[in-house]
């Protein structure tokens, strides 16, 4: 009896590890549950990146479908699908940047405002500038509020500001006509069909 169980536990324990790597060839590691989906943005009031001034609510992202982008000039993939977002933009589809900098946390860095403002400006004149503007959030609430792992994330977030979909990565051609874009499109249809 003893010798069976020595021979069946190790057994047990390597055919369900086995079962577990196996499902895991085949699963996609960006496909997140996200919790926000389905739910309006959470509360928040932040500034615009390039004018401190003015202050941004969720409220200002209602009355468009609007694809709210995670980003940061640190952000290698952030460069690399800019070109295509900017082309996305100039046939119609709305972005919003929300931004976030890991320099500017007292535990990380001490990078002032006007450093942060100098790169994004040279970032987005060298690859592009999508967004209609750009929240900047500087103590990530907001980012942590929504379940932001990296960057870019993107929103989907229909007129009545709820968000209808959350994708993990960049969005580039594939993305955009497999996943992405028909959702943009079937809120701009539900918007009334135009934007």
């Known amino acids: 009896m003893k010798k069976s169980l020595v021979v069946a536990i190790p057994l047990i324990i390597f055919l369900t590890m086995a079962v577990f790597l196996f499902k895991g060839l085949f699963s996609d590691p960006r ?3 996200s919790q926000i989906n389905g739910k309006p943005l959470p509360q928040f009031q932040l500034p615009d990146l390039m004018n401190p001034r003015q202050q941004y609510t969720p409220e200002d992202l209602t ?3 609007t694809i709210l982008n995670v980003w940061g000039v640190w952000c290698v993939t952030c460069a690399v699908e800019m ?3 900017t082309q996305l933009k100039e046939q119609g589809v709305r972005f919003v940047g929300l931004y976030f900098d890991q320099d ?3 535990d990380f860095g001490t990078k002032r405002l006007i450093d ?3 790169e994004v400006a040279e970032m987005l004149a060298q690859y592009g500038n999508p967004y209609a503007f750009n929240i900047f959030d500087v103590q990530r609430d907001t ?3 929504l379940g932001v792992t990296g960057a870019p994330e993107h929103f989907v ?3 009545n500001g709820t968000v ?3 994708h993990v990565g960049d969005i580039n051609e594939r993305v955009w006509n497999n996943k992405v874009g028909p959702m943009y499109q079937q809120l701009v249809q539900e918007a009334g069909g135009s934007q």
């Open 143 to 145: 980012s942590l509020d």
């Open 83 to 85: 070109p295509y977002l």
């Open 157 to 159: 977030i229909d007129a």
């Open 164 to 166: 209808r979909m959350h």
């Open 63 to 65: 009355g468009q479908v």
């Open 31 to 33: 496909a997140l549950d």
């Open 116 to 118: 942060v403002q100098n």
């Open 104 to 106: 500017l946390d007292p």
